[in-house]
């Protein structure tokens, strides 16, 4: 079962980065002013946040999945 959690695990990861860099294109190209356009209006933003969910959970199965040894 290990192996199926670590498989999950990372596409979860993969696919929340890869779909939060979409998704920070969106917003930055949906500012259309200068002085709107900072790192901490495109990272805070609330459409993040499923994004994060995703990346979050991959990180937790890859734990339980026993990435953890050390």
Do not use: C, H
């Not at 999950?8 to 860099?21: D, R, S």
């Not at 190209?29 to 002085?35: G, L, Q």
């Amino acid at each position: 079962m290990e192996p199926a959690l670590m498989f999950a695990a990372a596409a979860m990861v993969v696919i929340g980065l890869v779909g939060q860099g979409f998704e920070m294109r969106k917003i930055r190209k949906s500012i259309t002013t200068d002085e709107q356009l900072s790192s901490k209006n495109v990272f805070v933003d609330r459409r993040n946040l499923k994004w994060y969910a995703i990346i979050g959970a991959g990180l937790i199965l890859y734990y339980f999945g026993g990435g953890s040894r050390v």
